[in-house]
């Protein structure tokens, strides 16, 4: 008899996510779900979720690119935008043409989960996508001086320390989510911006508790820089305690261990980015260092193929 197929579920939002599934979609005998923030009110993805009143797309057309087979001309065009020139934000200037055409289709089928069906199916993607929840939200932060900010796009440009994140209402997870998690043999928050991308997921009250249920691995890949407005002066620790003080179980943390170039990390420095680093011996959690990054035209990213590896590595301790 063969060995089941592995279920693995990645949480999370923006183009961090986009890599782990690109990373892991070839990966034989494994079932991927990733679970997608639609908490997003910027750019052409806020424009339409004002206008028609529907929940943010962006982050499931990035993850629908990442998972389908190849770079097609279908998927290349998913992610094409027409240029906004003037700024005037007119007609479909600034628009995602993907966006586009999710938002025709949710009105078409009037169900924002059938039209993300339709066009996976019509990618091929290699694997299932599921949004957070299917309601129109709005993300709030709590900072340390007491301010609260609406808005996912508004948070980072507030430049204050975020205590915690929440919505105003009660927030309602998709079941094809929760059972999701509860089925996985491995989850994995992130990469990402840990307020705006993955916390948005998890702060639903419903996938919050499957995550503490669920029989599975849970780990985060962390990111390799901070982010200016979010996570300014954070170390690996400060990432994931902003996961487990919202409520996210970690068992295992990922970080990269590559030597940064320096003219990069200047770069970066001169936007107010620095590197981040595990500062502590001890950690209720397991820490993996391992090489995960590339670096190209002086940007530093998170490497599909050693994504891949990582995850592969992961699947290889759990079966031991």
């Known amino acids: 008899m063969s060995e089941a197929r592995k279920k693995i579920v990645v949480i999370g939002g923006g183009h961090g996510q986009s890599a782990i599934c690109r990373g892991i979609k070839n990966i034989e005998d494994v079932d991927i ?8 009110d910027g750019g052409s993805t806020g424009r339409l979720r004002r206008k028609f009143h529907i929940p943010a797309m962006g982050d499931i057309r990035n993850v629908m690119i990442a998972l389908s087979p190849s770079e097609t001309l279908l998927g290349n065009l998913m992610d094409y935008r027409f240029e906004d020139p003037d700024g005037s934000e007119a007609d479909v200037q600034g628009h995602n043409l993907g966006n586009l055409i999710l938002t025709a289709l949710t009105q078409q089928t009037g169900s924002f989960m059938e039209a993300i069906q339709t066009i996976g199916k019509v990618l091929n993607v290699r694997g299932n996508i599921i949004p957070a929840t299917t309601e129109v939200i709005s993300l709030y ?12 796009a508004n948070i980072p440009d507030v430049c204050n320390h975020i205590r915690k994140v929440f919505y105003q209402n009660t927030v309602k997870a998709v079941p094809e989510a929760v059972q999701a998690i509860l089925e996985a043999d491995l989850i994995i928050y992130g990469i990402g911006s840990v307020y705006t991308s ?3 997921n998890i ?19 962390c990111n390799a820089m901070t982010q200016p407005g979010e996570t300014d002066g954070y170390n690996v620790e400060d990432h994931v305690q902003a996961l487990l003080d919202h409520g ?4 295992a943390v990922l970080a990269a261990n590559d030597s940064l170039p320096p003219a990069v990390v200047k770069k970066y420095a001169r936007q107010g ?4 680093t595990v500062t502590k011996q001890e950690h209720p959690y397991r820490i993996i260092s391992r090489s995960l990054l590339t670096f190209d035209s002086d940007l530093i990213r998170h490497d599909p193929v050693k994504i891949r590896r990582a995850v592969e590595y992961l699947e290889e301790e759990k079966r031991d």
């Open 33 to 40: 779900t990733a679970i997608v923030t639609v908490a997003d």
């Open 203 to 221: 702060i639903i009250p419903e996938i919050r508790e499957a995550l503490e249920q669920t029989g599975a691995l849970r780990v985060y890949f």
């Open 141 to 152: 932060a709590l900072m340390d001086d007491g301010v609260i900010v609406k808005g996912e």
């Open 273 to 276: 980015s620095t590197p981040v």
């Open 198 to 200: 993955i916390l948005p």
């Open 248 to 251: 996210a179980p970690v068992d």
